[in-house]
């Protein structure tokens, strides 16, 4: 018993510790601002429990062979589809927090399942991971399992906090341009860190200095210019057909 209740504390210490400030205590706080605070904090759950069994159950010799590079880059895409689906579904028809926004939209267990997939990719082959692997290699693995698991969803609980007071206080269209730009921040940021991982660690240097790559960039700026004009354009229309609207009622 003394050694799961140690295994236990270090492994909450541990986790709590390095998760303060991290993404995912960022991405619960968004998530908790688009979404209500029962789901968010099950998909927060559900996703730690697996992805730390996964890190005991591995051990650290497949553990330190798993291809955390692939992982990220997979993470990284998917972290910016929730930024432009944050883009396309920011504010409702008259663009102020309105009823039919994105937190009223997602039912309960789109929710769960939308946090939960964001929450085990960021977490796998992430530094959390790999202490928790660590940690088993060591302590009791319950007790390493379930603290660890704790440490997290205790996080994850602070930021919703936070998350639902700022979500009260905010316009609907604030909140989703918010969320846009936290999860298109993530997904470049892992996308950085996974092309050398994938790649090599000139990866980037030779895709920067390749005659292409202007052509790229120039193509992805002029279609994020089309697309942030057809998102303001559209968001111009539904104001307008709002305020005719309320002038006919």
Request: aromatic residues 10%; hydrophobic residues 55%; without cysteine.
């Amino acid at each position: 018993m003394d050694g799961f209740l140690v295994a236990f504390a270090v492994s909450f210490g541990v986790v709590f510790l390095a998760e303060l400030g991290d993404k995912s205590q960022l991405m619960a706080l968004t998530f908790a601002t688009r979404y209500r605070a029962v789901p968010v904090l099950v998909g927060i759950t559900v996703a730690a429990a697996v992805t730390h069994l996964v890190s005991v159950a591995v051990g650290y010799g497949l553990g330190s062979s798993l291809p955390t590079g692939w992982i990220t880059l997979v993470a990284a895409v998917a972290f910016l589809a929730f930024g432009l689906w944050s883009l396309r579904g920011e504010g409702g028809p008259d663009g102020d927090g309105a009823e039919d926004g994105p937190r009223a939209r997602a039912g309960g267990g789109s929710a769960v399942a939308t946090v939960l997939v964001a929450f085990f990719l960021a977490e796998l082959g992430d530094k959390t991971m790999l202490a928790t692997i660590a940690l088993a290699a060591r302590y009791d693995w319950v007790g390493v399992w379930l603290g660890s698991t704790a440490g997290m969803v205790a996080v994850g609980g602070l930021a919703i906090v936070v998350g639902r007071t700022l979500g009260r206080r905010l316009p609907e269209r604030i909140i989703g341009i918010g969320s846009a730009v936290l999860f298109l921040g993530f997904g470049s940021w892992m996308l950085v860190e996974a092309v050398p991982q994938v790649w090599g660690p000139d990866a980037w240097s030779v895709a920067l200095g390749h005659p292409v790559t202007g052509w790229v960039a120039a193509a992805l700026a002029l279609g994020g210019l089309g697309a942030g004009a057809g998102l303001w354009a559209r968001r111009r229309a539904r104001r307008a057909r709002g305020a005719e609207r309320t002038r006919v009622g």
